[in-house]
């Protein structure tokens, strides 16, 4: 269980890009971040309107001096410094993340950065070898994979306990797109333009979550190949899409269905999985994230509750609140940054063992929600038509 014991020597030094006060997910990466200690938040380039996110930074307790214009201003300035920051989050638009990514590795910090990670999987290949060259780590923070019942999933699935995986059924969905943009925010309105967004919206902004949860259950599983069919029901979003179904073919024979909106009038948003094998089921959604679902074929039903001693190990391992308390999305980001903060003091320290067995969403957990896109994009473009998964 974690209890907010120190895991490393010393908090992290951190400063973030983006993350201001009128930005949607800066507040989660604070809230992740210093939950147990392995993070200072000493730096930051927090808003475009930089007399803004100065009155922002020094309001979260930073030094006016270190709350910087830009990011090249931040690089500059806390490079500089013997005590300047180790690593910096970045949660800006898509457009931005290979740039500033690119500028901290250079300039040997450490970085997390939003999802999609980028543009295209040359782009993720470049920094990946970056990275390599210089030693640091990229994290992505898959906010969602924290949760201690996602890796009860995992385990249940690595020891048999479902059998052979056939069925793999998501969903990610929303109501809160289903007007038209008028008087929309900024928020909205760079997440719906391709030169911003990049080729996607909703399969890019919430349907990467579903896909890399897949791949922390069912490492084993690969995609042979898949179908897209996207739609913007609100004109104007074309060629973005507002809702998509991807259904998807494994390697081992299973059959998926993915299905992402933000279009489904009157949902306040909710995730939910079923994963399906030859002996059992099991179903969890983020609404209600501490029950699992547990169904083995010809017994009853079970509910399985999180921080319960009849758990895996694995899943009680990142425990943090214990069986009669909720946990909760901030919990489950704490569980993401302490895993980041762990990848990066083990290579600070040379520890390549530790890393080889480590867990947490880094730079190929990044390129492969790209992939994914890349070939959702393509199967869409082509008419909905199954392609062979690249």
Not at 86 to 93: D, G, L, Y
Not at 103 to 117: R, S
Not at 155 to 167: C, F, Q, S
């Amino acid at each position: 269980m974690i209890n907010g014991e120190r895991t490393i020597a010393r908090p992290l030094r951190w400063g973030m890009v983006g993350g201001g006060r009128t930005g949607q997910v800066g507040y989660k990466h604070r809230t992740g971040a210093l939950r147990d200690g392995t993070y200072q938040l000493l730096a930051g380039a927090f808003d475009l309107d930089a007399a803004r996110g100065r009155d922002f930074g020094t309001r979260l307790g930073v030094a006016e001096d270190r709350c910087y214009a830009t990011y090249q201003e931040l690089i500059a300035g806390e490079t500089a410094r013997e005590d300047g920051v180790e690593v910096v989050s970045i949660a800006t638009p898509n457009f931005t993340h290979f740039e500033i990514t690119k500028a901290c590795l250079e300039a040997g910090l450490h970085v997390i950065c939003e999802k999609p990670l980028f543009f295209t999987v040359a782009e993720c290949d470049e920094v990946a070898a970056l990275a390599r060259e210089k030693g640091l780590i990229v994290g992505v923070t898959y906010g969602f994979t924290g949760h201690p019942l996602v890796h009860q999933m995992a385990a249940m699935v690595k020891k048999g306990m479902l059998g052979d995986i056939r069925i793999v059924d998501m969903q990610y969905t929303h109501g809160f797109n289903s007007g038209d943009d008028t008087g929309a925010g900024e928020a909205v309105k760079w997440r719906t333009n391709p030169a911003t967004a990049g080729s996607t919206f909703v399969l890019g902004d919430i349907g990467t979550h579903l896909y890399y949860l897949s791949e922390v259950v069912l490492p084993h599983l690969k995609i042979d190949k898949l179908l897209c069919d996207r739609k913007a029901f609100i004109p104007t979003r074309a060629p973005l899409e507002d809702h998509a179904t991807v259904l998807t073919h494994y390697d081992n024979g299973a059959r998926g269905r993915l299905w992402v909106s933000s279009v489904n009038a009157g949902n306040m948003g909710s995730q939910r999985y079923r994963f399906v094998g030859s002996r059992a089921s099991v179903e969890w959604s983020d609404a209600h994230p501490d029950q699992l679902i547990y169904e083995v074929q010809g017994e009853p039903n079970r509910t399985l509750h999180h921080g319960m001693p009849y758990l895996e190990e694995e899943s009680l391992a990142v425990d943090r609140m214990g069986a009669l308390h909720t946990e909760g999305l901030g919990d489950s980001w704490a569980n993401i940054y302490l895993w980041i903060a762990q990848a990066i003091d083990a290579k600070q320290r040379g520890d390549e063992a530790f890393l080889s067995s480590h867990h947490y969403p880094g730079i190929e957990a990044g390129t492969e929600g790209v992939r994914w896109l890349e070939n959702c994009v393509r199967s869409a473009d082509a008419g909905a038509a199954w392609v062979d998964y690249q």
